[in-house]
């Protein structure tokens, strides 16, 4: 009788762990994305005109496997308890959550796994958005609570983080989107990435981005790569752009995947994707964040910066990445404390400048009546003419030098690619799979001749002429100057001036628009600290409507 039992409760068991089986397997299925695509060929913009969308590459069930059990323990009424306490909470918010017991790190962590694979898992909702995830998470965030003690409200401990693709963990693979960098298991982490989990940070997983940072092939769509397949917009999926190349990082924040992820920007990378997607992103100064360990494309104009949901975790996250780094010759020993003593709710006798072309958009031109009505000093600039003549070049010569430099230090030792010539050649042998818009720019990188001395003057004019663009800043004392999404990241780029994109509001069709306010080298902290009144002002952010 006793056999019988034990042979029946092995059966049982036998057979949920069959069933938990194929929860898993079932749960991330390839679909007929025929329709989605011919609808994609209607879209204006040839950026948008895609030739695939889900991923030839990445199998996303794998990505999930090491969380099979604790997802297919935690339920949809688990999910929907939580909700309340996560999503669009300020990391002050969730500290005080864990603080008061209605929440742990551990379920705050599994809350994100259980909802990325929720919407990634259904065709009509995926984002394309994760290429991998750390399998170690779940243990670190127990581990977070087992040790936590006192921990701030302004703390970025316990916190899951996600980071884009090209940013070098220990635990991921770093392919910046990739094939030719699909094995590149590194070592080491970046700088940056040992910063943040000094300080407590959960590190969730990796970013899909527009392969090699979007600078690779040419008019192709923002936030595809090889990897990761085609990033989508939540505020209109296969409808608006996600903007690039930190897409994913953009697209995970507005979809509440994370609380906060990690972008890079050379012209237009952070500030882009955070406008897009109606999220707040902060591109530094060169130098106040380490680039050590991340696929580089510029050393002139690279930085990694925060992307958040408010202004206030943006300030958490910087405060967690800053530090000095000796491997990284741009790197400055910053001693801001960017939350130190909070951020003023007022606006008034602020000196703003606004850009004259641009009151001709009526979503600018009612913010600037808006700031005008509490107090600002709004003056208006014709800015100059400028040449923008040698920014390719830049880009194209500073690659051709700095991505050997990661390949050589900070890659895979087992990656066989040692520069842009052999990843052009690489994908040759299967453009179909590894490039199917094609590698322009990269094939432009080796062609490029461009002389040491030619170089040297391409990047002090370019300097000097970003500088006149903005020369009100200094001419006219002003507190920052006011643009729209990424419209003059380049210039604030070769300048190397600091940006900051907060939400401003959304057109007719829904579509995120943002407000950048451009300040002098070093000025971070006025940049949030202006930037937390405006959002206060406004308070224009939503959720995408069918991802709340």
Request: proline share 4%.
């Amino acid at each position: 009788m006793k056999n019988i039992v034990l042979l029946i409760l092995l059966s049982i068991l036998f057979i949920n762990c069959q069933q938990e089986e194929i929860v898993f397997k079932d749960a991330f299925k390839k679909y007929n994305e025929t329709e989605a695509l011919a609808q994609s060929q209607e879209n204006e913009s040839g950026r948008m005109k895609f030739k695939l969308i889900q991923s030839k590459y990445l199998d996303m069930n794998a990505v999930f496997k090491p969380f099979q059990k604790e997802l297919n323990n935690f339920s949809e009424e688990s999910y929907e308890e939580l909700k309340p306490l996560i999503l669009e909470q300020e990391i002050p918010q969730l500290q005080k959550n864990v603080k008061e017991g209605k929440l742990s790190y551990e379920k705050l962590t599994l809350f994100y796994l259980y909802r990325i694979r929720k919407f990634e898992s259904d065709s009509t909702l995926s984002l394309n958005s994760i290429i991998a995830l750390n399998p170690n998470v779940l243990n670190d965030a127990r581990e977070k609570d087992k040790i936590k003690t006192d921990v701030s409200e302004f703390s970025i401990y316990g916190m899951p983080i996600l980071l884009k693709d090209n940013i070098n963990t220990k635990d991921m693979k770093t392919t910046a989107g990739a094939i030719a960098l699909a094995d590149n298991k590194t070592s080491e982490d970046a700088f940056i990435v040992k910063k943040l989990r000094e300080n407590g940070a959960i590190i969730l997983g990796k970013v899909n981005l527009s392969e090699w940072a979007y600078f690779f092939c040419s008019g192709c769509p923002l936030g595809y790569s090889a990897i990761g397949g085609q990033t989508l917009n939540p505020y209109g999926r296969g409808k608006f752009e996600t903007g690039g190349s930190s897409a994913g990082s953009g697209v995970t924040v507005a979809a509440n995947f994370a609380v906060a992820a990690v972008g890079t920007e050379t012209a237009g990378s952070i500030t882009s994707p955070s406008s897009q997607n109606s999220v707040v992103g902060l591109k530094p100064t060169i130098g106040v964040l380490s680039r050590s360990g991340i696929v580089p494309i510029s050393s002139t104009l690279d930085t990694p910066g925060p992307m958040t949901k408010s202004v206030i975790d943006n300030s958490i996250f910087m405060n967690a990445m800053r530090g000095f780094d000796k491997s990284d010759t741009a790197s400055k020993n910053i001693e801001e404390d960017y939350i130190q003593n909070g951020f003023r709710n007022k606006l008034e006798n602020r000196r703003i400048g606004v850009l004259k072309p641009l009151l001709l958009d009526s979503i600018y031109n009612s913010t600037v009546e808006k700031l005008k009505k509490v107090g600002v000093e709004i003056v208006e600039i014709t800015p100059p003419e400028i040449s923008f003549d040698g920014f390719v070049t830049l880009l194209n010569i500073d690659m051709k030098h700095d991505l050997p430099k990661y390949l050589k230090n900070n890659a895979n030792k087992n990656i066989e690619v040692k520069n842009v010539n052999d990843v052009v050649n690489f994908n040759k042998f299967d453009s179909i799979l590894r490039a199917p818009y094609g590698q322009q720019l990269f094939e432009g990188i080796v062609n490029d001749k461009t002389t040491s001395e030619e170089f040297r003057k391409i990047k002090k004019n370019l300097n000097s002429e970003g500088q006149k663009y903005l020369q009100a800043l200094n001419e006219d004392k002003l507190d920052v100057i006011l643009s729209i999404n990424n419209y003059h990241s380049g210039i604030a780029a070769v300048a190397k001036y600091p940006t900051l994109t907060v939400p401003m509001g959304y057109k007719d069709s829904g579509e995120p628009v943002s407000l950048t306010f451009i300040g002098l080298p070093f000025s971070e902290r006025n940049l949030l600290e202006i930037g937390y009144a405006f959002e206060q002002l406004t308070k224009v952010r939503k959720m995408p409507k069918n991802y709340q």
